[in-house]
């Protein structure tokens, strides 16, 4: 059974910083490309950061470039993600994802595996 497990959420103030971490169990990580996306309040599940197979490609939502650092470790079958001047508008639900074989992108459709959600907080 595929089992992805975030941890590491909880509140935070504004401009401060927290790393979410994702645990999979039950699958060959290495051949997940895994993604994080985020689910506000009344709003869509958004996009918000992925990464390739071996952590060679990137890629970032616009709202958390230049904030945030998406990198993951095969051996312990973990995905992170770093925030960092974390804003109000980062508060969310965050949900780890993972595509089995193939590339995948921006779009929610295209992960297969979801994490139960984690709750992150920013205070203003």
């Known amino acids: 059974q595929v089992q992805l497990v975030e941890s590491g959420g909880g509140l935070v103030q504004a401009g401060g910083s927290l790393r979410l971490s994702c645990t999979a169990s039950g699958l060959t990580f290495s051949r997940y490309f895994m993604g994080w996306f985020r689910q506000a309040p009344g709003k869509e599940r958004e996009f918000v950061a992925a990464i390739s197979w071996s952590g060679g490609r990137t890629y970032y939502a616009d709202s958390v470039k230049g904030r945030s650092t998406i990198s993951r470790d095969n051996a312990k079958n973990t995905v992170h993600l770093q925030m960092n001047s974390l804003k109000p508008e980062d508060t969310a639900v965050y949900y780890c994802?993972?595509?089995?074989?193939?590339?995948?992108?921006?779009?929610?459709?295209?992960?297969?595996?979801w994490g139960q959600g984690i709750r992150v907080t920013v205070s203003s």
């Open positions: 994802a993972g595509a089995n074989t193939y590339y995948a992108g921006r779009n929610r459709y295209e992960y297969d595996s």
